[in-house]
T-cell receptor, first 116, second 107 residues
Framework: SAVISQKPSRDICQRGTSLTIQCQVD?????MFWYRQQPGQSLTLIAT?????????ESGFVIDKFPISRPNLTFSTLTVSNMSPEDSSIYLC?????????????FGEGSWLTVV | AQRVTQPEKLLSVFKGAPVELKCNYS??????LFWYVQYSRQRLQLLLR??SRESIKGFTADLNKGETSFHLKKPFAQEEDSAMYYC?????????FGTGTRLTVIP
């Protein structure tokens, strides 16, 4: 299975600032996703990171707030812009491992952001 | 529309007792279903998927298309099974998650 590294693993951010989370995979993967897991909640898909083009956002998420880059098949970034306390959450990078049978999705360890 | 429902937020069982975590789904096509587990302070990881028909750590899950269910079962719970369990449905390569069930196995 793909090995996924995310950083930062944890950060405390000031209200109004922006933070970029990086996701590095040890192999080329067809699809990369960004999820959010708010405290006590389930995982919510933010967007699909598309290589070489704009990300595909789910309902309730917009590019201005969560700009995403994916310059190649092994790397993606998610920026949380103009943060407010409501953005305090775990942000998870995930990938589809194209070598596995079926669409199995693997997750990074997550980036735990606290906005103060 | 895709939907995954896990009716129990919390479930406690005694060690050695059987455990069943419920999952129901709605999806118009042919779904792929998964169970993911998150142990304390660890990343979310795949437990099992219905297409593999496998047993992992003693857990099994059978897809029941008639009842649109994919319940996770284990005949004898162990303390190390205490974790957060998420049922997930894949419709087109991305995953939709249920709200999760926190399982606590009481020694």
């Amino acid at each position: 299975s793909a090995v996924i590294s995310q950083k930062p693993s944890r950060d405390i951010c000031q209200r109004g600032t922006s933070l970029t989370i990086q996701c590095q995979v040890d192999s080329q993967v067809t699809m990369m996703f960004w999820y959010r897991q708010q405290p006590g909640q389930s995982l919510t898909l933010i967007a699909t990171a598309n290589q070489g083009s704009e990300a595909t956002y789910e309902s309730g998420f917009v590019i201005d707030k969560f700009p995403i880059s994916r310059p190649n098949l092994t790397f993606s970034t998610l920026t949380v812009s103009n943060m407010s306390p409501e953005d305090s959450s775990i942000y998870l990078c995930s990938v589809v491992d194209s070598l596995s049978s079926g669409n199995t999705i693997y997750f990074g360890e997550g980036s735990w952001l606290t906005v103060v | 529309a895709q939907r995954v429902t896990q009716p129990e937020k919390l479930l406690s069982v005694f060690k050695g007792a059987p455990v069943e975590l419920k999952c129901n789904y709605s999806y118009s096509g042919s779904p792929e279903l998964f169970w993911y587990v998150q142990y304390s302070r660890q990343r979310l990881q795949l437990l099992l998927r219905h297409i593999s028909r496998e047993s992992i750590k003693g857990f099994t899950a059978d897809l029941n298309k008639g009842e649109t269910s994919f319940h996770l079962k284990k005949p004898f719970a162990q303390e190390e099974d205490s974790a957060m369990y998420y049922c997930a449905l894949s419709g087109s390569s991305n995953l939709f998650f249920g709200t999760g069930t926190r399982l606590t196995v009481i020694p």
